[in-house]
């Protein structure tokens, strides 16, 4: 977080927001506007070994070769109090991939036919605007925002927000959202429609209640988040941490329930008709950390009720327990799964980090399986407090004779 006093953009942001409520002057506003978000670069490289297309029991397979792809994203919000009690925030984003190698590929722009990535709507694009009030310890935000859910990743939309904690140590949440955000890290990356008339799940408005709470040792939440004709999502999370000597000890399971609303939903990608049914999530994780060394075992079970497909998570993996970077998806799956991962790693003076993930997994689809396991090396060096480098390299091994895959990443990132 970053006092700005004289920058053009706190100017242009503070500007913008003096006007919503103009009790504050230009000149008072620039004194209390926050800068937060980042800047990061990534180069991707992914690689399969036989190119063919299909659904297996781990996320749907795409045909390709190899891709590599430079990624160039940043998040930039201004914060400003507006007087005692209102403040407004305005939030900008540029996200662009270009193809490597390919002049055609090269998608830096702004302007006409121009989408941008994640469904935003371009290029760079203002992500979020909302005005906040607070009273005491009740906090209200409304307007374009990030969700912030447990079922949610960074997905934004349009609605209103309410957080309370006037009881000590917990926060109690309500919130409801239209206007969502399509984007690429729901389901499979294809727009999804209710049954065959055309409604986007997108366009439907989501509900969820929550209450956040730590009470030293113990840390918790508890979630229900309902999207309108389309599912209720159910999610319950406690962590507990303790030390021995110098070693951190923690202990976290969570159990979440999908619940359906729909019967069917329509994959415009694929062209096909998906049943739907409900599901469970249950998942435990051990994690040590101590005299440089870290690591974790883990342990989810995925079960669908029926042979339709389901999720446990709207966009992306949420706050659930995951390990590894691909082989996992908890947005859609069609079928029962017994997964277990063990991560482990060394910091070198505070510095340097070098770390491993196994990921297991057999799932089980009308009485056949499917084994599947993905590893990952990764080297993460903390440059300075915002100044970090990372890569990994992740492979995929499949038994069902669909495609395995190769995952190479570097990125670079900046903290404001």
């Known amino acids: ?41 990534r180069f991707d490289s992914k690689s399969n070994t036989t190119g063919r297309t299909g659904t297996t029991g781990f996320g749907t397979v795409e045909e390709a070769d190899t891709t590599n792809t430079h990624r160039f994203t940043s998040d930039i919000d201004f914060k400003a109090a507006l007087d005692d009690r209102f ?28 989408w941008g990535e994640d469904n935003f709507g371009q290029t760079f694009n203002v992500r979020q605007f909302y005005l ?27 609605g209103i927000k309410l957080l309370n904690s006037d009881i000590s140590g917990l926060t109690l949440v309500g919130m409801a959202f239209d206007n969502l955000q399509e984007d690429v890290d729901i389901g499979i990356g294809h727009p999804l429609y209710l049954g065959y008339n055309g409604e986007d799940v997108t366009d439907r408005n989501l509900y969820g209640v929550a209450a956040i709470g730590s009470y030293d040792p ?20 406690v962590t507990v941490g303790a030390s021995l000597g110098d070693v951190d000890l923690s202990l976290q399971a969570q159990a979440a329930a999908s619940s359906m609303w729909a019967n069917t939903m329509f ?24 005299f440089g060394f870290d690591g974790s075992v883990g342990y989810v079970n995925l079960n669908t009720q029926g ?32 997964i277990y991962f063990v991560t482990a790693g060394y910091t070198f003076a505070d510095k340097v980090r070098v770390g491993a993930d196994y990921v297991g997994a057999r799932a089980e689809q009308r009485g056949n399986y499917a084994d599947a396991y993905e590893a990952v090396a990764r080297v993460d060096y903390k440059y300075s ?4 480098f990372k890569a990994w390299y992740s492979y995929i091994d499949r038994d069902n004779t669909l495609k395995d895959d190769k995952h190479l990443r570097f990125e670079a990132r900046y903290n404001f």
């Open 1 to 41: 977080m970053k006092l700005v006093k004289l920058s053009l953009a706190a100017i242009v942001a503070a500007g913008a927001l003096a006007s919503v409520a103009s009790a504050v002057s230009l000149e008072e506003a620039i004194k209390n506007v926050e800068v937060t978000g980042y800047a990061r670069y």
């Open 87 to 114: 403040f407004g925030v305005i939030g900008f984003r540029y996200d662009s991939i270009d193809y490597s190698g390919e002049r055609s590929g090269a998608r830096t722009m702004v302007g006409v036919d121009d």
């Open 132 to 158: 906040g009030y607070t009273a005491g310890n009740t906090t209200i935000t409304a307007g374009r925002q990030v969700l912030g859910t447990f079922f949610t990743d960074d997905m934004v939309g349009t």
């Open 218 to 237: 113990v840390s918790f939440q508890l979630w229900y988040g309902a999207l309108d004709s389309v599912a209720q999502l159910y999610a319950a999370d």
């Open 267 to 290: 994959n415009a990608g694929m062209g096909e008709n998906y049943r739907l049914d409900d599901a469970t999530f249950l998942a435990v994780e051990l994690g040590a950390k101590g």
């Open 307 to 338: 042979d339709g497909i389901s999720l446990i998570s709207f966009e992306d993996q949420g706050g659930f327990i995951t390990a590894g970077e691909d082989l996992l998806d908890y947005t859609i799956f069609n079928y029962d799964a017994n």
């Open 385 to 388: 407090k915002k100044l970090n």
